[in-house]
């Protein structure tokens, strides 16, 4: 409890720091992003369900938000009408990729992303095809980078709260279950398929929110977006975070945003500087960057109590 804690008091810092330390298309990015990471933990972290099909709810539903933004409809009513869109699909697609486990699942997540990525592709006149879909304004209300920081970090909190909720109820312990041992949870009378499914759409859901307000950034939906690539940046994000946290891919995504930022300036080829960055931190942290400063935390603190002992030593002897 003093753990999590401390956590959202940090979440909390940074949300008022942030802007100070990022241009303000990073930071929104960085908060939507946010969201996707820790609703892929729910199915990640906390069910052991791989998915490669992330980008496929990510992007639609931010098709979704900006063709209804185009016709004229309201923020309000576009961000839930894609929102629900994306739990619909997660219903459908889930269904038959719960039917199967392990690499087999993860080739279905795969499959169906781009099968919807070709389908973007190919319907030029809805989605713009490879140039993505453009023109889309924001509203008069949040069209200032205050205002919009202020909508984004709302939504942001309104996610991460509720999916702490699950995550500490009853449904986050049956999902911590089905992870360690599938077979025990199904024995003792839970139907696995069914919460692996609640799970995945849980995840898919809020990754489809957060990619309705993705096209408030640049004002258009790149096709890139939509891409199963962009699936393994998000599984890159929240493993290099560490899934063993509630907030722990918060961290993943901010580092991994910062970072690709600041090397793809200095050298073309930064993808390679990425990639040894998450083998090293896979290999000797498994835990993700997350666990790295739980550790470097926790050494500070053993530090600090040991020299306090020793100062009280030191002044019991002088007295």
Sequence with gaps: ???NKY???ALIIFLFVGPFLFPNATIAEMLIFGIVAIST???LGYTGMLSFGQALFFGTSAYISGLMLLGGFPLFLAIPVATLGSFIISLF???FCVKREGL???CLTFAFNQMFYFIAYVWHDVTGGEDGLVGVERPAYIDSQLTFYIFTSMMFLFAVIALYKIVTSPLGLIFKLIRENANRAEAIGYNVRFYKLISFSIASTFTGLAGSLYVLI?????????????SGDIIFMTLFGGVGSFLGPLIGVVGYIWLSDTFSIIWARWPLIMGVIFAIVVLYFRGG???LLENLFKKYKS???KTEHEQNIKNTKLN
Excluded: A, C, R, T
């Excluded at 640049?218 to 962009?230: A, E, G, R, T």
């Design 7 to 9: 956590s959202f008091i």
């Design 93 to 95: 697609i889930g269904y």
């Design 218 to 230: 640049h004002s258009m939906v790149p096709i890139d977006q939509i891409h199963w690539l962009k």
């Design 41 to 43: 933990n729910i199915m």
């Design 1 to 3: 409890m003093m753990k």
């Design 303 to 305: 530090i600090s109590k």
């Design 104 to 106: 087999y699942f993860i």
């Design 289 to 291: 960057v997350s666990e």
